[in-house]
């Protein structure tokens, strides 16, 4: 897995875009309290859900693989 070279920010974005599109869905409601940890593991696995991004193997799932998918993801918003 290579790093992205703005994975930190790219990270960031997808963490704001990705709560914004649970909420729009009205299947989440995040609070100000909620880990970026728990955000990150609930937006990756809505996503795969609704199938807007390629799973990783469940064998290779960890917090830092979650990150750089979301970034990925994230890289190719507008």
Known sequence: ??????EKELVKKAIA???????????VEFEPTDSATDK???IYRLLVHDK???????????????????????SKLK
């Open 52 to 74: 807007v991004i390629q799973p990783i193997p469940n064998d290779q799932i960890s917090q830092g693989s979650m990150r750089h998918k979301l970034a990925i993801w994230a």
């Open 1 to 6: 897995m290579k790093k992205l070279k703005n």
């Open 17 to 27: 875009e990705g709560v914004k599109y649970g909420e729009a869905r009205g299947v």
């Open 40 to 42: 990150i593991e609930y």
